[in-house]
């Protein structure tokens, strides 16, 4: 009997949410392929990192909550591991990790360092999941020279101007039934808008994206709101049903469904938000809505993002100069 060799395998453990994730993609892609490795997998939250597989560079995902990686936080002096352990168990294998939890803690390298070394030998990167204050280059090609001064490697040429996730071919007639299901004509001009955000400083006021979708429908567009939970938790009923005259709402989707619904836009406005990073990685037509931060560092990858700085007074109440702005700022076929 022949038996296969163990894939080749590098590992990422990132806690963060769906955008801190998405831009780690490059770093995952140039790790892959710099050492030749079969697969890469991500250790992280599952509602941020779920859809990765047969859409990325990203091979295989686990819900970092699954694994005690909590002990890792313990003082070298008291960490001990079993055998066997979990822990050990968790990081066999694998020739590259790297990892964005616990960097810059006294105690936590030292102990994963002591863990993965229990199984065999691998290099153990750590990287800082936010950059300093004086980066002027975006945050993906931070993190690529972090890596590459770390091990010594020379700092590649990257484009990040293109696709970091494509479709599953399902995913198209999976977003074309979502959008017949609430009776759109998946062959309009689709124009999906999506008013939240994590951070409330970075929601552009919603009677904006209103007004917007009014304009949209006038130049005969087909405007569709994507409303996560946070967004109808913050902004409340009395908002969200003056949506729905302007446009289709969609809510309750799976992140992999907005996904799924994403193949279906001819362009895509947002804030500055996890589901914006998916869309530009999507290689749609992203117009993104910055406002207290940093576009150079944090802006969408992809090949077709425009990034839109709003006014101030925009992200507190109605400002039509920059409704107007930002409808100049689309350009859509037909």
Excluded at 137 to 151: G, K, V
Aim: hydrophobic share 45%.
């Amino acid at each position: 009997m022949i038996l296969c060799p163990e894939p080749r395998k590098g590992l990422i453990l990132h806690s963060g949410a769906i955008g801190d994730c998405v831009l780690t993609l490059p770093l995952a892609a140039f790790i892959k392929q710099t050492f030749g490795l079969d697969q890469m997998h991500y250790m992280g939250r599952l509602e941020a990192v779920g859809f990765y597989p047969r859409r990325s560079c990203i091979d295989h995902v686990r819900p970092i909550e699954s694994v005690p990686l909590h002990r890792l936080f313990t003082p070298t002096d008291a960490f001990a591991l079993d055998d066997p352990d979990r822990l050990i168990k968790t990081f066999e294998g694998y020739e590259q990790i790297v990892s964005f939890l616990g960097a810059g803690h006294p105690h936590f390298e030292q102990n994963l360092l002591l863990t993965v070394h229990c199984s065999h030998s691998a290099e153990v990167t750590m990287l800082p999941a936010a950059a300093p204050e004086d980066c002027r280059e975006p945050i993906s090609l931070f993190y690529i020279r972090c890596f590459a001064e770390q091990l010594r490697l020379e700092m590649p040429a990257i484009n990040l101007a293109v696709p970091w996730l494509v479709p599953d071919p399902q995913d198209y007639l999976v977003g074309q039934a979502l959008l017949e299901e609430a009776r759109l004509v998946p062959d309009s001009a689709i124009a999906i808008i999506h008013p939240g955000s994590g951070g409330v400083h970075k929601c552009w006021h919603p009677e904006n994206f209103l007004a917007l979708a009014y304009a949209l429908a006038e130049y005969g567009r087909t405007p569709v709101f994507l409303l996560g939970p946070a967004e109808q938790e913050r902004m409340g009923p009395e908002m969200i049903e003056k949506f729905h005259p302007a446009a289709t709402v969609l809510s309750a989707l799976t992140l992999t469904e907005v996904v799924q619904v994403l193949t279906q836009a001819d362009v895509y406005i947002g804030n500055d938000s996890g589901i914006s990073h998916i869309a530009g990685a999507l290689g749609k037509q992203t117009v993104v809505l910055f406002g207290p931060t940093d576009s150079t560092v944090y802006r969408p990858l992809g090949p077709a993002v425009t990034v839109f700085h709003a006014r101030e007074e925009g992200f507190r109440g109605v400002c039509s100069s920059d409704v107007a702005g930002l409808l100049n700022r689309i350009h859509l076929p037909g």
